[in-house]
């Protein structure tokens, strides 16, 4: 599909010392494209053109060479930034589930805490419960041993008392011995 007619492109490709072409005004390349679409014959009975494939080759690989540096670039960032965003919210996914793991573990520790500190308490009621009722019974034993050796006391203050009372009373006089 050739144009009967030479498209004239109208750009000039300017080559710098790289051997790299130019950038030329990227404006002024679409709007030629444009206009020789426009310009461009149509097929008969159709709305498809007729147009010189190495003109427009031409143009778009112009238009490709005169894209600026920054641009490359520009896209370059954007995927490194949508690799870095991607980097991140992988990194906040981990760090929020150690974190859900982490609380879940706190949990489950105070909750083992308190029941370790019920049955603490638990055991500490019994404990005192146990010690003053071993007091209680304590003294009364002691209560009643006391009170036998008191008992005792008392009757070996009677036999005292009584030995006393004896010793104390007049004795007849011993019989006399013959000499």
Do not use: C
């Amino acid at each position: 599909m050739t144009q009967d007619t030479e498209i004239d492109i109208g750009t000039e490709v300017v080559v710098d010392a790289s051997g790299r072409p130019e950038p030329t005004d990227i404006l002024d390349i679409v709007d030629d494209l444009i206009v020789h679409l426009h310009e461009a014959k149509t097929m008969p009975l159709s709305s498809n053109a007729f147009v010189d494939r190495d003109a427009y080759l031409s143009l778009l690989e112009n238009l490709r060479a005169s894209l600026p540096d920054e641009l490359r670039a520009a896209r370059w960032m954007v995927r490194e930034r949508e690799a870095f965003i991607s980097r991140t919210n992988e990194k906040a996914r981990e760090i929020m589930e150690k974190a859900r793991t982490e609380a879940d573990d706190m949990v489950s520790e105070s909750s083992i805490l308190a029941e370790a500190v019920e049955e603490a308490n638990i055991l500490v009621r019994r404990a005192e419960g146990d010690a003053r009722r071993l007091r209680l019974e304590t003294e009364d034993e002691i209560e009643k041993k006391l009170q036998r050796v008191e008992g005792l006391l008392e009757d070996i203050m009677a036999q005292v008392l009584d030995a006393r009372n004896e010793l104390h009373q007049a004795r007849p006089r011993p019989p006399e011995v013959p000499i």
